[in-house]
Each structure stands twice: as structure tokens, then as C-alpha cells.
């Protein structure tokens, strides 16, 4: 089996879905993998099928909205992203915002947003969307954290900024890191205050150092949408962080998208990725921004997270959050306070007032034609009576004898 390593496992934890691996086992066809050759698989990402995409995309599709890639940059040369970029930053020293060593933030862009292209299905589940690269670090190895090229919090909170500065609506970081930096909680606050929603990784537990659950960051901040992944049954598995900042969740296994200047390519079939997961759910609030732009960042979380599958509708958990996405859901739900779940913004739940006791009045009640019955069943007993006396008197009435000869 063929394959292709996208980026190298995280010491530090703070990529949400490094240490990707991509395999030629394609859903229907051969895929190399192999970043220098360009192939393309004939076959819709299965993740579209689960979030029901067509349905979604006759109500909005992402037109007229930017989403930010704050990843290791966006490759403009894979066909199905050249036509989606629009501007962008890095903020790695000598380093362009298009170009990818890794290929990380390249299928992030692609989830969201892949343009149709001929002989291959992939497509981003926000298919009208403006990617807006934005490259906040160069790979993440020892050697690219010692020359200073590595993910940091510091270059993530730009980015985040940069991004709400630009209109991005929707600002996807799928990186994640256990400590609380004010630098990112800042940003997060600032890109929300400029009308952005920031969807970031819950965490992955193989890649960090600290394996604990707990919440990550800048996904934590109250702002943000913490996004944990479900493998392809739609179950969180062991592989994504849990914790009380998860808010939702989405495919994160088994993910057909752009790879490299490359095509095509399956990530993960294995273990699942909050990283790709976190693309999916920034793609839904494209969606959403689009078709509720006044709604603003607040109602577009709301709509992801009332409409969410779940067994319980009013209960949230540590692992799914509200529960699995449901784009075209969110799209058509009314957010007034009647939906079941979390709070809409601006709305507060009623009390539940108890139903006020009523005593049971056990007073018999009188029968209007009581004097009836009794009469009937007086009767009814006489007759009864009168038909036992006759049969026994005639059992007890001597025979005639019968006369001597």
C-alpha cells in the first residue's frame, strides 16, 4: 500500500491533525498519493454524502463568503483551488501564503471549498466559498521548530487577526494547543468583535504530548466552535480529545480531498482527525454565512450547535459536544428559543413552572337511576327464585305407581 505522509508527528501537540497519513486505498479507484504526480478520483468525498450536501447546496453553497486557512498555506497549483484564493498572508519569514511543504492546510482548503474538476468528484462541501490563505507556519518538525519555522501561538493569533482584518466571515484554525495564551484568547475575542467565527480543533490525543482530556486552544475560548471528530460509523473514538469545550462534531475519518498540486487524495481511513473535521464545520458556517449574514458569529454557532444530532436533545456531552453537524438543518431551523438544546443568543429559556396540584374529589357520586337498577335486580331475583321452586318441586313430586296384575 502506497503512501504519503502529509506532515510529521507533533512533539508539541499543536497541530490538531498533524501526522496525517494519506493511502492510495481510494473509495473506488487507485490513488498513488504521490505529491509529484497528479491524480484525480471519480468519486463524491463520502463526508458529503453524511452531512447531506445536495440537500444543503439548494439553500446556500458559500457564495460570496471568505474562509480563512490559518494552516501551513494553501497550494494554488492543485486545479481545484487555483480558481478559490484570494489574496493572503504568511507570516513564516520568506515564505509565501501559496505554497504548502506539508499539504496540510492545502486539504483544509479543499474540504472546504474544491472547485469541480474534470475526471475527479471531490468537491468542498462549501463549493462557492473564497479560501484566504493565510501561513502561519512552515512544517512542524524539530528541525523547522528550531529554526524558528514551526506552528506558534504567537504567529496563530496574527494570522487569526489578519484574517478578521481582510472580512473573512469564517476563520478555520485547525491546530490546538493545551495552554491558555492570551495572545489567541485576544485574537479570538478581536475576530469575533470584527464579525468573524473562529472553528477550531478539539485536539488530537495521538499527536499531543499531553494525552489528558481538557480543553484546547484557541477551540476553548467561548467564542469559538471546538470542533471533535467521528470516525465513519459517526462515533467520537478515543483519537479526539474530549472535554467540556467541545461544542460539535463532524466526519473526520476516511477523507477524500486536495492534496498537494497533486489531485486527489484519502486521508486518514484510520484514526480520526479533528483537523479535517474542523474544515467540514467551517464549511457549514459559510453556508450559514451566506444565507444569515446578519445573524453574525454568535447565531451561526447557535444554528451549528441546536441542530447537531444527538440522542438527548437538551444534553450536551464531553466527547460530541451538541453532536454531528447537520448543515441543511441549521440552514432551515428557527432560532427563536423553541429548539431544544443550547440557549439562542439574546434569548433566555423560560422557567418550567410546575403544574399546580389538584385534589381528586373521591366523594361517591349519586346513581339518578339507582331506584331503577334495585327494582330490576329485585325482579330479576324473584324471577330466578320462582324458576328454582319449580325445578325442585318437581323433583321432590312422588311418581304414579304402576297398578298390580
Known sequence: MTRARLAAGVVAGLLGGAGLVATSAAPAAAASCDKDKTTYVNEEPQALQRLNARFAWTLATGRGVTVAVVDS????KNAHLGPVLVGGRSFVPDLGARGDAVGHGTAIAGQIAARPVKGSGVIGLAPDARILPVRVFYADDEQSRSAGVGPRP????????????????????SMSTPSDDSRLRDSVAYATKKGSLVVASAGNRNVSENKSDGPRYPAAYPQAVAVAAVDTADQVGEGSIHGPHVDVAAPGTRILTTFYAAGDCLLEEEAESTSFATAYVSAAAAMLAERFPGEGPAGWKHRLEATASRDQRDTRDDSAGWGLIQPYEALTALTDGSVSGPVAPGATRPPVVAAPAT?????????????????????????????????????LRPGRRRAAT
Open 73 to 76: 498555506g494553501v497550494e494554488a
Open 154 to 173: 504567537d504567529r496563530i493569533a496574527a494570522g487569526i487577526r489578519y484574517a478578521a482584518d481582510q472580512g473573512a466571515k469564517v476563520i478555520n484554525v
Open 359 to 395: 385534589r381528586l374529589d373521591l366523594t361517591p357520586a349519586s346513581d339518578p337511576r339507582a331506584p331503577e337498577r334495585t327494582a330490576a335486580t329485585w325482579w330479576s331475583l324473584l324471577g330466578v327464585s320462582a324458576l328454582v321452586a319449580l325445578a325442585l318441586g318437581g323433583a
